[in-house]
């Protein structure tokens, strides 16, 4: 049986946050404020994410007029896959009674 | 425009310069995120983060440690450069000192030339061959093009530079072994040494070469 390579708690809640809303395309900045991370730690994510081929990139036109078309992403269905697994095992995780709460 | 959001947009400017050609399209990415943030704090954080993130893309912890290793065996191959370059240069001093001086110049007072006469020491000395002196300066300069290489990057050439110093250092070897023992020649038992020297260049060039390649290529940790 492989192991799943670790990921770190950033990724996984930039996984969570793009698996909120599976086929919508979303933005960095938008991403930036869902998730609390710096863009400087974000877009680098993003950027391997994508070369992992677990996100999609477009540019999209903007709905309001006069501003420039923005690149927007989603998961693959690799990266959905990974993102359920993970951001799934890792609610299990955090909501499995501990010793102490058995006690 | 405020200052902040000129501030901004100089920094995502910047961002895009230094952000590595096949990574553009994220530069303009950021740069149309930041077009859709109207608040000028918000706006220059986030055009902050993005330099960050632009430098992420072009500095790796793989690169500098691929640099770090390089410039380390520029430093080392300089090194040997000089102590190869300094023997037979080192060899001709004492000579012209010997001719000049007999034994009571600074060459003659060597422990080395103790009990002897200058023209014993001479003879010794010059029985050394010649050619054997223009390998080891051939030697020098094959180090010295193999840090010069290793410094630039070029491993292909520092490739074929470790693979020039074997040939020469062999064949320099072989001949010598002829003239094996000699008095003050010490090449045949020290060889190994530059055999050592030639080896790890080699494996640095050929290691270095696909650490390269590989730090070129798509990261893989998330």
Request: hydrophobic share 55%; glycine share 8%; aromatic share 8%.
């Amino acid at each position: 049986m492989t192991r799943a390579p670790n990921i770190s708690r950033q990724t996984r809640s930039v996984l969570a946050a793009l698996l909120a809303q599976p086929q919508a395309w979303r933005y960095g900045y938008d991403l930036s404020k869902e998730t609390g991370l710096k863009s400087g730690t974000l877009y680098p994510l993003l950027i391997r994410l994508s070369d992992q081929g677990l996100l999609e990139a477009e540019w999209r036109q903007p709905l309001q007029p006069g501003r420039p078309p923005r690149h927007a992403y989603r998961l693959t269905d690799k990266g959905a896959a990974l993102a359920r697994e993970r951001v799934a095992g890792e609610v299990f995780a955090s909501a499995a009674p501990t010793g102490a709460r058995l006690a | 425009m405020s200052l902040a959001r000129q501030i901004a947009e100089h920094l995502l400017r910047h961002a895009a310069a230094v952000m590595p050609g096949r990574r553009r399209d994220w530069a303009l990415g950021m740069r149309a995120e930041l077009a859709a943030i109207d608040a000028p704090g918000p706006a220059l954080t986030f055009a902050a983060g993005c330099v960050w993130a632009a430098y992420q893309q072009r500095i790796s912890p793989m690169r500098i440690a691929l640099l770090t290793g390089r410039l380390a065996v520029a430093v080392a191959s300089l090194l040997t450069a000089a102590a190869h370059a300094f023997m037979p240069l080192y060899m001709l001093a004492v000579v012209a000192d010997l001719k000049r001086h007999g034994l009571d110049g600074w060459a003659g007072s060597a422990r080395l030339f103790r009990g002897q006469t200058a023209d014993s020491a001479l003879a010794d000395l010059l029985s050394i061959p010649a050619w054997h002196g223009a390998a080891m300066l051939g030697l020098a300069g094959v180090f010295a093009a193999a840090g010069w290489f290793a410094a630039r990057g070029q491993f292909r050439r520092l490739l074929v530079a470790a693979g020039v110093g074997l040939a020469v250092h062999t064949a320099n070897t072989l001949a010598l072994a002829a003239a094996w023992p000699s008095p003050y020649l010490v090449h045949p038992a020290m060889a190994w040494l530059d055999y050592l020297a030639l080896a790890l260049l080699l494996a640095a060039a050929g290691a270095f070469r696909s650490l390269d390649r590989w730090a070129a290529g798509t990261p893989t940790a998330a």
